[in-house]
């Protein structure tokens, strides 16, 4: 079989320890006067057509950079000592904010000054040790090849680095390092349902165990299942602020006060992304571990989850869904596994051993010919058979 190379981008963020911080400003403001000039440039320039990013680049640098022929050039850069590298990098992005500024209503003003973070093109980083790097600075005279210590990220196993982009932060600076990571498996569900790979069915809940997982064979048989707890946890930490924030604005006399309500909210919002981050890496490895290569989600809708998410209370994990879901596709797909999602029509309503109408009880079920069982479990392989069955309806009908 053809080998086909399969990528994900992920960014790892790390934090920089560096004496001369005033160098990043430095750097930062000039980059970001290069790209005003070059925005403005392409605006005056590309009235009618526009052309592809590359043959701008080829048509800025032509207006603006002497050639080997010496000879003048209508809009010379007003900078000297600029690194090929460091104007390229924003030429690329006054390209994409011009372009973005002539597909929109005309109306708007163009953008008269920029505050973008800079990126490292080759040439202006090197050496990269996993904690150290060197980037070129601008000092506010000169270029100075600089020694970063990183901290706060590790690097992953194995993947190609791409430009870094420096952050700078109210306190602090941050260096983002795109990654290029091979993914091991990038064919399609089908693929793998045909090739009877095992399928990982996994449904949420608004209990202590938030999701549950079941393996499925590729006949259906059940081979494993895994309840994810957590989700009381979360309901209490939850509560907890909520009261917080409550007392804080009863002290207030009802009005709050911004900053302690601002803290509060950002405190709910770490809580959040901390279990969303910590319940989809369970699923995934879970998934890794049985060696399933397909993870099967219930189907969601937008507006059908917004109604069950006003119903449930603020404290519910099912609160969790929506950022679970969405790590989870990012976090699959670079592991090689495929998301699929499944209408949820009817999983809770028959027996996943004999397809009999259930009668709940809490979180059991129980059906006519006497199967029960987690009720939460029977619809995790409900949900997993289905997907089974819409499959192997399509190969028939093929
Ligand atoms: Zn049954």
Redesign the pocket.
């Known amino acids: 079989m053809e080998k086909i190379p399969y990528y994900a981008i992920t960014v790892r963020r790390y934090n920089i320890l560096f004496r001369h911080t005033e160098w990043f400003h430095q750097t930062q403001a000039l980059y970001n006067e290069v790209l005003l000039f070059y925005y403005q440039l392409y605006l005056e320039t590309f009235t009618d057509e526009q052309p592809g990013t590359q043959e701008a680049l080829r048509i800025l640098e032509k207006l603006t950079i002497v050639g080997r022929d010496k000879q003048p050039v209508p809009n010379p850069l007003p900078w000297k000592k600029v690194p090929l590298y460091f104007r390229r990098a924003a030429i690329n992005i006054a390209t994409a904010a011009a372009k973005s500024y002539l597909a929109r209503d005309k109306q708007e003003q163009p953008t008269g000054a920029f505050t973008e973070s800079v990126t490292f093109y080759k040439g202006m980083y090197r050496d990269f040790q996993g904690n150290t790097i060197s980037l070129k600075l601008w000092d506010g005279e000169g270029w100075q090849w600089s020694r970063l210590r990183l901290r706060g990220n590790t690097v992953p196993e194995e993947g190609q680095m791409m430009s870094p982009a420096l952050v700078l932060k109210k306190d602090h600076a941050e260096l983002h390092i795109p990654w290029k990571i091979p993914v091991a498996d990038g064919r399609g569900a089908r693929e793998r349902i045909i090739a009877e790979n095992k399928i990982c069915s996994t449904i949420f809940t608004g209990q202590g165990a938030c999701a549950v997982c079941c393996i499925l064979d590729s006949f259906g048989k059940r081979e494993s299942s895994f309840y994810i707890e957590g989700g009381r946890e979360y309901a209490n930490a939850s509560r907890q602020i909520y009261d917080r924030i409550k007392r804080s604005e009863d002290v207030q006399g009802g009005g709050g006060n911004a900053k302690a309500s601002y803290c509060y909210w950002k405190k709910l919002k770490n809580l959040h992304e901390h279990y969303a981050h910590q319940i989809s890496r369970r699923i995934i490895d879970y998934c890794k571990k049985q060696n399933a290569s397909v993870l099967v989600l219930p189907e969601y809708n937008k507006d059908y989850g917004n109604i069950i998410l006003a119903s449930v209370g603020k404290n519910s994990p099912l609160r969790l869904v929506p950022s679970i879901r969405e790590k989870l596709k990012y976090k699959a797909w670079q592991e090689g596994i495929v998301v699929l999602e499944v209408q949820q029509h009817n999983i809770n309503s028959v027996?996943s051993?004999?397809g009999?109408k259930i009668r709940r009880k809490g979180a059991d079920f129980q059906?006519v010919?006497g199967?029960r069982g987690s009720r939460y479990l029977n619809m995790a392989q409900n949900l997993g058979q289905k997907c089974l069955d819409s499959f192997k309806e399509n190969q028939k009908n093929k």
């Open positions: 027996c051993q004999c009999a059906c010919n199967h």
